[in-house]
């Protein structure tokens, strides 16, 4: 079988069902692939809030944001996926 072009796969996660089964999903295209994983979690900043010069965001956000990647790395690991992640205020 041709291995598919891909080096890198986008997953969003916060958490939900669905993310939880893309993340599934992408492991999968990954192992196939012989490719990596970037999770992303956009943590919600409250518009008044959102300048970025401020650098707030809201720590509690930040913590669960590192927890639903912090699992997704889990994951990938017992696959032996390579992942990195990020947190984007947004």
Known sequence: MNKMNLKKI???LDGSENSIRGLEHAISLAKLADASIVGTHVSYVP???ANPRQGFINQELVKEAKDYLDTAKKQCDES???FTSEIIPG
């Open 80 to 82: 032996n996926i390579e």
């Open 10 to 12: 986008l997953v969003p």
């Open 47 to 49: 518009g008044n809030l």
